[in-house]
Structure formats: structure tokens, C-alpha cells
């Protein structure tokens, strides 16, 4: 695709380009359906991913990934900033206890203006903890060298949501990521959702903390078979969500009181600890249930273990799952034949998710929707930083946070337990649009502090070069006509990578 000469001059590119394009320094372009593939493979384009593509074909990108063989090293500045983040590496029970500790020293303080900046004070540290989770994310979704799992952690914390702001969640969001959604993302869907009800975030959020003979909470039960893994209108009924629940009391977190816990020598055996997890069998219901009609004998533990294993073993969650994983990659609507076979995968190989995918991105209908399923906020500000500066690390990832607050789709974000929306309807609105154009222009100009250090009053400029070669090999030659002729009509480099990031054309994958 031509780009006007005014704007080649600007960019430094004309005596390359403005006769036709240096075929040292450029590829033969990738097919459509090779570069409509990687699109959905990843967020979206950078040069890293379409080499390693040239170098291992689809099919050996997709393997690999698959089977988490890509390791690339992260760029030296985004590799100290996530060293650098406390909330990555600190274990969660020195967080939790560090934080229980001050908000007693805060009771403890008499009335008065310091007691008050106190309370400031520890309120900005569950938001930074918070705000350090959502850079953890953000800054491995941009640079991450395996896109599909970075994905997939978006996907599956999307789709197990919690929600930052109740209680002390906001402390736990990073052990979240990193310890409970990151390493099952890939593997087996019971082996993921145990961690998820294992996980304090969980626990928390849905409050089967509270959960305990005698003072039964059917909350977390619920959701885990609406929202999680059955569906609605699966067949499941209101007495199997009680004794789910029943099943679930004594599932929670560990005290961080202090205090010796005390067992009697018939239950202490029944006690089960993981990290912070606490399954407590003084709370515990032992009566016998039955779910989904399958007797469980009141044991323990190992009920839990029991019921995970026969919600996931039933056909409504394969469907259910894969249908979510159908509309967040393919369409809002995918081709049943699709989810149907993705489904019979996942019951021939007890929910194993990386099989799953396999039948997803070798299918047909990956492609025959391709240009035509709307990315959602953070698939937009993530492929779009990938793009603009293409692997270049960013010094400050605070505005791709603020970009995805003023879209409405904050990690963490979400109040209610479903998560965000997969299809358009949620993110297709004049409002939405007008925003995603002002970011566009923020990230196609480069005045946006993705380069100014957080505290920094300087602000250092980060303007993007779009056309590079992996712009000629993977995106310009599969522009719409109606895309070329607006580029064309740029009278800056700015304006022109303005109408490129907020065009049709990259606003679909």
C-alpha cells in the first residue's frame, strides 16, 4: 500500500520507499490467511511473532506454544520492571500478614489526623497492589513471546473474574495470576478450576470463606456451576447448587491471627493445607450428598476432588467451555459444528485445554470469520502498544491501565462474577468508538508517557514507526480499500498512524 510522500519524508523512508519497497529489507508478504491466522493467535501482530511463523510454519508455532516450548527472554527494560514489581514475587501470606498487622496498629491509633492519613495510606496500598497485578498482566501480554498463552491467562481470568475492590482481594490479584491462573492456563480445565477454589482471591470474592456447617453460603456453589463450568440451563438444579455448597463448607482461608489451630486426633488427618487454602474439617458438613446424581459420601477434602472431577466430566461443560473459547477467538456467534467438535475433544481428553485449541486453530472456521470479530478493550490497547513500538520496552505501563479504565474494561474491573463481555454488543457503542480514536492518536503520536518513567515530570517522546517491514509483509497488503484510501488522505505521519489504529481494519482481527 502506498503512503503518501509527505508522510515519507517525515518518516525518513522515501528514498527507500517512494519508488517501491526495498526488497532487501522486505519479505514477500505473508498470505491473508496466514497473516488472518497469526492475527488470532496472538494480540494481534509484532515482528517477533511473524518470525517466528516464517521460521516454524503454522503448525509448528502452534505446537510449540501448545506445549510452552517458547522462552524467549524478555527486552532487559521490561524484565526489571517486573522484577521491580514487590506484589510478583512476595509470597502471599507475608503480604496478608504485613497488611492484617497495620490495620491493627490503625485501630490501635486514637482519633485524630493521623489515624486519618493512616487509613490514606493503607488504602493506597491495596490499590498499588492492585495497580502492580494489572502491570504484571499488561506488560506480559504486550511482550510475551508465547501470545497464545498470554491469551489464554487473559481468557481464563476473565472467565474465573474477581473483583478487586471487595475486601483484601486487591492483595491477592497477583498471586492469582501468577500462581493459580498462569501455570494451569495451558493444562487440564479440573486441574485449573480446583486452583481457582483453592485461590484466597476466590475464596474471598465469592465467599466461601464463610462457607460453614450450620451457616451454609451457597454463593461461590452457584456460580461455579453457572458461570464456571455448566452453564445455564445445563440441567443442573437449585438442590444440587445446595449440596455443592454442602459439599464446599470448610473450604477456605488459612487465619492469620497468630493462634494455634487446634484438631482432635479423628479430624486433624482430614486437615488440608495449600499455600494459603485451608480446607477445615470442624467446618466442615460430613452428611451424605448427591450431585448431579451421583452419591458423594461425606469424607472430607476429597468430596471436593470428587465433584470437580464429575462437573467437569459432564458434556454441558465441554460445551459450555468450549463455546466461550469459540466466541472469545472465532465469533460472537460461533458455527456449532465448531464448539461441537472442540467439545468432543475436551471430553476425549478429560478437559485437557491445549488439545482443545488445537481443534480450534486448525479448523476452518477460524479463517472464514476472519476481519470480522471485534476485539474487546484489552485485545485493542495490547495489540495496538505491539504494533505502534514492536517489541521496543516501554518505560511506564500506568497509561495502557488508564487507557483500559476509560474503556470501561479494568482488569479486575468487573463488580459482578461473569466477567467481561466476548461479543461486540459490549464494546461496539459511539462512545466506545470515539474514545478508542482519541486513544489511537495518544499511542499514534506518541504523546502518551509509555516512555516517562512513573514519577518522571519530563515527558519523553516514543513515536512509533509503523511502517516498518513487518507493516509491508503482514498488514498493508490486506487493508480494505476504504482503509488505504483514508491512509492516504494523512497529511502527518501521526495522523496517519491515528487512522490506522482506530481503523476497521485493526479494530477486527
Known amino acids: 500500500m502506498p503512503v503518501p510522500g509527505a508522510v515519507l519524508r517525515c518518516l525518513g523512508l522515501s528514498a527507500c520507499l517512494a519508488g517501491g519497497l526495498c526488497t532487501s529489507a522486505v519479505a514477500a508478504p505473508l498470505s491473508p490467511a496466514d497473516s488472518a491466522w497469526l492475527r488470532r493467535d496472538g494480540f494481534d501482530l ?13 503448525a509448528g508455532l502452534l505446537e510449540a506454544q501448545l506445549a510452552e516450548r517458547i522462552h524467549d527472554a524478555w527486552p532487559p527494560g521490561i524484565d526489571a520492571q517486573l522484577h521491580a514489581l514487590p506484589m510478583l514475587t512476595q509470597p502471599l501470606q507475608a503480604t496478608l500478614l504485613a497488611f492484617k498487622q497495620g490495620q491493627e496498629q490503625l485501630q490501635a491509633m486514637p482519633d485524630g489526623d493521623a489515624k486519618v492519613e493512616a487509613r490514606k495510606a493503607q488504602q493506597q496500598q491495596l490499590n498499588d497492589a492492585a495497580d502492580q497485578a494489572r502491570q ?29 475492590g471487595k475486601g483484601a482481594v486487591r492483595l491477592m490479584v497477583a498471586d492469582y495470576e501468577e500462581r493459580v491462573i498462569r501455570p494451569h492456563a495451558l493444562g487440564k480445565f479440573k486441574d485449573l478450576l480446583l486452583a481457582t477454589l483453592k485461590s484466597p482471591a476466590m475464596l474471598e470474592f465469592l465467599d466461601n470463606a464463610q462457607n460453614a456447617r450450620g451457616k451454609v453460603n451457597e454463593n461461590y456453589a452457584r456460580e461455579l456451576m453457572e458461570l464456571h463450568t455448566l452453564g445455564v440451563g445445563s440441567g443442573y438444579t437449585q438442590q444440587d447448587v445446595q449440596q455443592l455448597a454442602l459439599i464446599l463448607t470448610g473450604a477456605g482461608v488459612l487465619p492469620l491471627d497468630g ?22 474439617p470442624n467446618r466442615h458438613d460430613f452428611s451424605d450428598k448427591v450431585l448431579l446424581g451421583e452419591p458423594i459420601q461425606g469424607t472430607g477434602f476429597d468430596e471436593i ?3 470437580v472431577n464429575l462437573i467437569t466430566r459432564q458434556k454441558a461443560c465441554a460445551q459450555f467451555i468450549s463455546r466461550k473459547l469459540a466466541q472469545y477467538f472465532v465469533a460472537d456467534q460461533p458455527p456449532q459444528s465448531l464448539v461441537d467438535r472442540m467439545s468432543a475433544t475436551f471430553q476425549r481428553s478429560d478437559g485437557d ?32 502498544v505491539r504494533l ?51 486513544i489511537a492518536r495518544a499511542i499514534g503520536s506518541g504523546y502518551n508517557r509509555l516512555f516517562t518513567p512513573e514519577g518522571s515530570d519530563k515527558a519523553q517522546g516514543g513515536f512509533p514507526m509503523i511502517t516498518t517491514p513487518l507493516y509491508y509483509e503482514a498488514i498493508g497488503p490486506h487493508l480494505s480499500a476504504a482503509t488505504t484510501a483514508a491512509l492516504n488522505q494523512a497529511t502527518s505521519p501521526q495522523e496517519w498512524n491515528t487512522f490506522l489504529l482506530s481503523s476497521p481494519d485493526f479494530n477486527n482481527r
Open 353 to 384: 485445554i491445549a488439545q482443545v485449541l488445537r481443534t480450534l486453530f486448525d479448523s476452518p472456521e477460524l479463517l472464514q470469520s476472519a476481519g470480522k470479530k471485534f476485539k474487546d478493550p484489552t485485545q485493542f490497547v495490547v495489540s495496538a
Open 136 to 164: 504484571i498482566i499488561l506488560l506480559r501480554a504486550v511482550y510475551g513471546s508465547n501470545q497464545l498463552k498470554e491469551q489464554m491467562v487473559g481468557f481464563w481470568l476473565n472467565h474465573f473474574s474477581v473483583f478487586a
Open 46 to 58: 509484532d515482528a517477533a511473532n511473524v518470525a517466528r511463523f516464517r521460521a516454524m510454519g503454522r
Open 259 to 280: 493462634r494455634e489451630q487446634k484438631f482432635g486426633p479423628r479430624v486433624a488427618p482430614l486437615v488440608v493445607r495449600d499455600g494459603m487454602f485451608q480446607f477445615n
Open 388 to 438: 505502534a513500538y514492536d517489541g521496543k520496552p516501554i518505560a511506564n505501563p500506568r497509561p495502557m491501565l488508564n487507557w483500559l479504565n476509560q474503556l470501561g474494561e479494568p482488569l479486575f474491573g468487573r463488580q459482578t462474577p461473569d466477567g467481561w463481555p466476548l461479543d461486540a454488543t459490549g464494546w461496539a457503542s459511539s462512545g466506545q468508538m470515539s474514545k478508542r480514536f482519541e
Open 305 to 307: 476432588t470428587r465433584a
